[in-house]
């Protein structure tokens, strides 16, 4: 396969807004994140991809539009973002942006011309019918809301408040590649393009919704046939001009699609971030994984792209509870289930994505009351259930478990009051795990997640077989253990986890060499709770 810097490096997702106040309103801003580059660097990053700070009026965090080439005024203005990029390019690192092509805010000029009145030149920019679908929108709710003024509906897939782009119009496809050359012309490294995959949408067979329940009618709104032709377009209009890194929010994309999404002969961007292993929790339980789903489904990405196209390994990020506290264990194993996890995703064949806190092992926050969240999909999903007569136990013990916002709350940096994010109260509650769970104190113990984040990182840029490498499932004959090799023709490396908070035999290959762990100790006749490691194994080992 081709060598591409963007294969080589780690990239970390900063969720700006928790991540560092710099002007004492407790939101977090760009200078912020310039503050913070140092530790970001010591760390072992290439590429910060920065989630939406375009100018926005914040019903979903700036994934509502209002302006494309604005700054958000509580992220500063052009000229940070300008001394941002300058100095992360200054010290080789790389930005990758928050791409929205999907829908934009009600309040973008595009929407308000566009329900300004039916004759309006930039009526069909959006999706208007006379009748709805029967679809229910991602975030709760029907995807469809009536406009009293011009008296059709429009389509939002999520919000009421985001209106889906009439991608069919070659007027709106144009403007929006217009707008992301714009971007790239300024020096950006590449996008992550959200909610790429519902850009195309099928209206037939679909009943009005008159006195019918709303249905999540997938099929006709992810990755829908005739998609590639836009994204074909979108690519040869704007990334193929450019040396960027392309990674897209795939929702319903699956292994079988490969070939016309990310290979390198026929793909349209260079990675996507599949959705298979989303809903892995153990049924009916607080925390845990179907462990041996979790392989198959990992196991399938890894060999379906070998030698074709590349992955993008991540198990956290802005839209998912923490994963210490969902598929590991917070309570009793909360060092070991973080750095166990991070083994066991991170050193694949693919380009490894790290969520803000994750090297931390920032866990879910112990919110009781609804009034504590902001999320939109969690304050909607509330009412709705609610109102469907869903019992309040039964709500709230889904949102404690899965809201969108046990991934926002501020970043802890430090003791001190509000973690060392800001000055002021921030614009959501900090979890009060911060006093023993920070930066500052992690970065002072060697045996720390951050350290062994840092090591893990360092591993993986000394050792092209954990880059380029072949990926193999190893099994060891017992169901608690994820294990997998990394080979080229010059070594063998094997990556061991343990997914479960129990012991388990297993005997290390004769001259097989530790190279990291998550244990001061290694025993060789079997494996502690949440155990990782990391083995050079000898060249004749089978």
Not at 87 to 95: A, F, Q, V, Y
Not at 311 to 335: C, F, K, M
Request: charged share 25%; glycine share 6%; with cysteine.
């Amino acid at each position: 396969m081709k060598q591409k810097w963007w294969k080589e490096a780690v990239v970390y997702q900063v969720y700006t807004r928790s991540f560092k106040d710099s002007n004492g309103d407790g939101i977090g801003d760009l200078n912020g994140l310039r503050e913070k580059l140092d530790y970001l660097q010591d760390l072992g990053i290439d590429v910060i991809w920065l989630c939406p700070m375009y100018k926005s009026p914040n019903i979903d965090n700036g994934y509502d539009i209002s302006d494309y080439q604005k700054i958000m005024e509580e992220m500063g203005t052009m000229q940070d973002f300008d001394r941002l990029l300058e100095d992360m390019h200054s010290r080789g690192m790389k930005m990758v942006l928050d791409l929205v092509l999907n829908h934009t805010s009600d309040e973008h000029p595009w929407f308000i011309e566009s329900r300004s009145s039916r004759d309006n030149p930039k009526r069909n920019w959006y999706v208007w019918r006379d009748e709805p679908t029967n679809w229910e929108s991602i975030f709760s709710g029907p995807a469809w809301t009536f406009d009293e003024k011009t008296r059709q509906y429009y389509l939002h897939l999520y919000a009421e408040k985001q209106p889906d782009l009439e991608w069919e119009n070659p007027e709106v496809r144009k403007e929006l590649y217009r707008m992301v050359n714009w971007w790239l012309q300024k020096g950006i490294d590449g996008f992550r393009l959200d909610a790429i995959s519902h850009i195309k949408k099928d209206y037939s067979d679909m009943p009005n919704p008159t006195n019918a329940p709303y249905v999540p009618a997938w099929e006709k709104m992810t990755d829908v046939e005739g998609i590639q032709d836009l994204l074909a377009e979108l690519y040869n209009e704007t990334f193929s001009n450019y040396d960027i890194m392309t990674v897209g929010e795939a929702n319903g994309v699956t292994v079988e699609e490969i070939d016309e999404w990310i290979s390198e002969e026929n793909g349209k961007m260079d990675m996507v971030f599949q959705f298979e292993t989303w809903y892995l929790r153990k049924p009916n339980e607080d925390c845990g994984v179907n462990l041996a789903a979790l392989k198959k489904i990992l196991t399938n990405w890894q060999k379906e792209a070998e030698g074709i196209g590349w992955n993008a390994l991540y198990v956290e990020n802005h839209d998912r509870s923490r994963i210490v506290s969902t598929w590991g264990d917070d309570q009793n194993y909360w060092r070991e289930s973080a750095t166990s996890i991070a083994c066991m995703y991170f050193l694949m064949q693919g380009t490894p994505f790290i969520y803000q806190g994750q090297e931390l092992g920032m866990t879910n926050a112990p919110f009781d009351g609804i009034d504590l969240y902001d999320d939109i999909k969690t304050l909607n999903f509330y009412r709705y259930k609610r109102a469907e007569g869903m019992p309040l136990e039964e709500i709230m013990k889904t949102i404690q478990m899965s809201s969108r916002d046990h991934a926002r709350t501020p970043m802890q940096w430090n003791s001190g009051r509000y973690s060392g994010f800001s000055e002021t109260e921030p614009w959501i509650q900090v979890n009060p795990n911060y006093v023993w769970l920070n930066a500052e104190a992690q970065q002072q113990d060697p045996l720390s997640v951050f350290h062994f984040y840092k090591k893990m990182i360092s591993l993986r840029k000394g050792s092209t077989v954990l880059i380029y490498g072949i990926y193999n499932l190893y099994e060891t004959g017992n169901p608690c253990i994820y294990a997998y090799t990394r080979e080229n023709e010059e070594e063998k490396l094997l990556i061991l986890a343990n997914m479960k908070g129990e012991f388990c035999r297993w005997k290390v290959p004769e001259g097989a060499e530790l190279l990291l762990g998550n244990y001061s100790a290694e025993d060789r006749e079997k494996v502690h709770p949440f155990e990782a490691r990391v083995y050079r194994l000898a060249k004749n080992h089978a």
